[in-house]
């Protein structure tokens, strides 16, 4: 038999999705794959079981239905303060999908794509299916401030695109306006395109502000923005995500998404007309919520004596496990998941520099699951069993 691809060997199916099989193994309680428990807006559901009995079952066009691209450039209209039209949106099957096909768009084999340490893991993994080298900008720990000398120090290697998760997972970091003009002055400098991921923009905890890339002057024309209805709707498993950019390169990134996928669902696409419809008390109650949740995981933590990060946006924190004295952070991870119950994603994988000194919690459950949560780690901490 003839091998397979070169490339099968170079990435492994991502820590996140085995850290979840184990904690489905294990019975544990999964804080590694950041899905709430919750249920989404019953608005929303409503919907979806409203239209199910009508035409909504057939392929729909490439780009998505025009009642959504519609509502989404109405949306990123009032939030870059600029007029984008539907044209310059595409509904992809979740900001997942829209990433890499805007990789796919942009790069030739063999081109580099810059990316900050910590990331999400499909970034790398994206780079390496593409054939581009990732050189990373480390953001250290415990503050992750942006160093534009860094920045610069990699850029000016040949980098064609950036890819800049804002907020960011898995350390919560929101980019200030400061910081975001830095960043796209040296775009400017070096004539970078710029791929934004920004799921967790309406998960933003006061008093941070989110600002978008693409809304800085002369950036839009150089930016791809990526988001998802997944995490703002809590609708992760409907695969709904969306790229806005100028036509020019959106029409490039379309054609890789009609060859990976067709379209995104239909029906789902119809029902989630409604959730951008949704008024502005929506959101703030979803920050509320997780400000709440944040509140409850981070208390408790410190009560029990961790070290962890306390996020500026999205619902991840780091928790430190130094202390515990593990020399590789995936055996914690196991011990913790096969011991005490609780699924956590080793940070090594977040980090170009694999430092193992974090476990990456979510914290998108139920008070009740989170108060659960703490109740184990007590016990971790102190050395009883469970
Ligand atoms: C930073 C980031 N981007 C993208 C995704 C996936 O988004 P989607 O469900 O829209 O594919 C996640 C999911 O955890 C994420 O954390």
């Given at each position: 038999m003839q091998p397979l691809n070169?490339?099968?060997?170079?990435f492994l199916s991502s820590r996140i999705r085995e850290m979840t099989i184990l904690a489905n193994e294990n019975k544990a309680i999964n804080l590694?794959?950041?899905?709430?428990?919750f249920a989404p807006p019953e608005k929303l559901t409503d919907t979806l079981e409203r239209i199910s009995?009508?035409?909504?079952?057939q392929y729909a066009p490439n780009w998505g239905i025009s009642e959504l691209r519609e509502k989404i450039a109405l949306k990123q209209s009032g939030s870059f303060g600029l007029d984008v039209s539907p044209e310059e949106v595409l509904v992809t099957c979740g900001s997942t999908e829209a990433m890499i096909s805007c990789q796919m768009a942009l790069f030739n084999e063999g081109e580099k794509v810059a990316i900050f340490s910590?990331?999400?893991?499909s970034y790398e993994a994206n780079a390496l299916i593409t054939g581009v080298e990732p050189l990373f900008i480390n953001l250290d720990p415990?503050?992750?401030?942006?160093?534009l000398n860094r920045v610069e120090d990699v850029l000016k290697?040949?980098?064609k695109a950036l890819i800049l998760c804002n907020?960011?997972?898995?350390?919560g970091k929101v980019f200030t306006r400061e910081e975001l003009l830095g960043i796209a002055s040296l775009a400017e400098k070096y004539d970078i395109y710029v791929i934004t991921d920004e799921?967790?923009?309406?998960?933003?905890?006061?008093?941070y502000v989110h600002i978008n890339f693409?809304?800085?002057?002369?950036m839009f024309e150089r930016t791809l923005t990526c988001s998802s209805l997944s995490k703002t709707y809590s609708v992760?498993?409907?695969?709904l995500g969306y790229v806005t950019g100028p036509e020019n390169l959106l029409r490039e990134v379309r054609k890789y998404h009609d060859f990976f996928?067709?379209?995104?669902p239909t029906p789902l696409q119809t029902a989630a007309v409604t959730a951008l419809g949704f008024d502005r008390d929506y959101y703030d109650e979803l920050i509320q919520l997780y400000t709440e949740k944040r509140r409850i995981l981070t208390e408790g933590l410190d009560d029990i004596g961790i070290r962890h990060t306390t996020p500026q946006g999205s619902y991840f924190v780091l928790a430190n496990i130094?202390?515990?004295?593990?020399?590789?952070d995936v055996d914690f991870a196991h011990h913790l998941v096969a011991d005490y119950k609780i699924a956590g994603v080793p940070g090594s994988c977040f980090f170009a520099d694999r430092r193992n000194d974090y476990i990456r919690f979510h914290f998108a459950k139920n008070d009740v699951t989170l108060y659960e949560v703490l109740e184990r780690l007590r016990k971790l901490k102190k050395g009883e069993p469970l």
């Open positions: 070169r490339r099968n060997k170079l590694a794959q950041g899905f709430p428990e009995t009508e035409k909504v079952h910590p990331y999400y893991n415990p503050d992750f401030a942006l160093d290697k040949g980098v907020p960011a997972n898995p350390e799921v967790y923009e309406h998960i933003i905890f006061n008093p693409a809304s800085l002057p002369g992760t498993g409907w695969r996928t067709v379209c995104a130094s202390e515990f004295g593990y020399e590789s």
